[in-house]
């Protein structure tokens, strides 16, 4: 009969302590689940923030980019301005050699009429 309380005693011993081991795993797991998830959270707040900063940098590369087009239409309208400018000039030239010979006709010409 004392063979039977011993074996009967080592079954409650290791049952014990199989409870034992299984609950510390379960706690353990627990703490762990919560130390990994606390840890998700930090790298999700983290991803967002980068997120915002991928956005506000795209944003200026987009902005970026429609100045370029707005520097090169202006470019492109300033070139055209110079080759009217250059144009405008000729004719101003041109004009102003019309009047001085206009001038000299008028000069001429009074100068007949008072040496008549």
Same mark, same amino acid.
């Given at each position: ?7 009967? $005693?080592? *079954?409650?011993? $290791? @049952?014990?302590?199989?409870?034992? #081991?299984?609950? +510390? =795993? ?7 689940? *919560?130390? *990994?998830? =606390?840890? *998700?959270?930090?790298?999700? =707040?983290?991803?967002?923030? @980068? ?6 940098h795209n944003?200026?590369?987009?902005? +970026?980019?429609? @100045? %370029?087009?707005? #520097? %090169? ?9 110079? =080759? ?8 101003i030239v041109? @004009? ?9 006709? %008028? #000069?001429?010409?009074e %100068? ?5």
């Amino acid at each position: 009969m004392t063979n039977l309380w011993n074996f009967l $005693g080592s *079954i409650l011993v $290791g @049952l014990f302590s199989m409870f034992g #081991v299984i609950y +510390t =795993a379960k706690s353990a797991r627990k703490e762990r689940e *919560i130390s *990994i998830n =606390a840890k *998700i959270d930090g790298l999700s =707040a983290q991803i967002k923030a @980068l997120e915002k900063k991928q956005d506000k940098h795209n944003s200026v590369i987009e902005r +970026t980019f429609l @100045l %370029e087009k707005d #520097v %090169e239409n202006v470019s492109s309208n300033i070139e055209e301005i110079r =080759a009217q400018l250059k144009d405008s000039q000729a004719e101003i030239v041109s @004009l102003n050699q019309k009047m001085f010979d206009i001038r000299e006709k %008028e #000069v001429r010409l009074e %100068e007949k009429v008072n040496n008549n």
